[in-house]
T-cell receptor, first 113, second 111 residues
Framework: DGGITQSPKYLFRKEGQNVTLSCEQN?????MYWYRQDPGQGLRLIYY???????QKGDIAEGYSVSREKKESFPLTVTSAQKNPTAFYLC????????????FGQGTRLTVV | SQQGEEDPQALSIQEGENATMNCSYK?????LQWYRQNSGRGLVHLIL?????REKHSGRLRVTLDTSKKSSSLLITASRAADTASYFC???????????FGTGTQLKVEL
């Protein structure tokens, strides 16, 4: 089945540790995105990538890093520099052309204690 | 960054009633899309309307777009309890593929 997969679904980390969230898609999409969602809030764009080996900062990139070495994968690292990392993280992909819908993973809920 | 803004923030209706939610945005867009999010899950695409379209239908969904007012509305007719979710609008600008979302409307449909 084609789709976009995020793992793990739940993640717990101690404060000060870096953590990497996985996002994989087999839809042959060029563009991939990472969003953060806080309780009762909308989505805020962290990073996005329109093509392999290229990515751009979104609205709240500070404290995060990404890589796009393969078309299928767009991992997000939450670094210790992120002051408030506990949140729901959503990954999405799209064909990368205008007028196309985005497909979302089921999200990773990160809790930092 | 350009971001849509949904209105109302929350809406509670009885099953069978219609639900209308609105979205306003700040800059010109090439298309506008509506998504649904069930609690704690990812977003699901509902419908896309292009900037040269004024109205579009998909099943019980009706979307309108007024580019002069920079606004869109989503109407869900004959609502069901399963429609309970948050609804987001998203505008795609001509500058690329950066998707930006509003804060959403939380719809609750009661039996």
């Amino acid at each position: 089945d084609g789709g976009i997969t995020q793992s793990p679904k739940y993640l717990f980390r101690k404060e000060g540790q870096n953590v990497t969230l996985s996002c994989e898609q087999n839809l042959n999409h060029d563009a991939m995105y990472w969003y953060r969602q806080d309780p009762g809030q909308g989505l805020r764009l962290i990073y996005y990538s329109q093509i392999v080996n290229d990515f751009q900062k979104g609205d709240i990139a500070e404290g995060y890093s990404v890589s796009r070495e393969k078309k299928e994968s767009f991992p997000l690292t939450v670094t210790s520099a992120q002051k408030n990392p506990t949140a729901f993280y959503l990954c999405a992909s799209s064909m990368g052309q205008m007028n196309t819908e985005a497909f979302f993973g089921q999200g990773t809920r990160l809790t930092v204690v | 960054s350009q971001q849509g803004e949904e209105d109302p923030q929350a809406l509670s209706i009885q099953e069978g009633e219609n639900a209308t939610m609105n979205c306003s945005y700040k800059t010109s867009i090439n298309n506008l899309q509506w998504y649904r999010q069930n609690s704690g899950r990812g977003l699901v695409h509902l419908i896309l309307i292009r900037s040269n379209e004024r109205e579009k239908h998909s099943g019980r969904l009706r979307v309108t777009l007024d580019t002069s007012k920079k606004s869109s509305s989503l109407l869900i007719t004959a609502s069901r309890a399963a429609d309970t979710a948050s609804y987001f609008c998203e505008g795609l600008t001509g500058g690329g593929n950066k998707l930006t979302f509003g804060t959403g409307t939380q719809l609750k449909v009661e039996l």
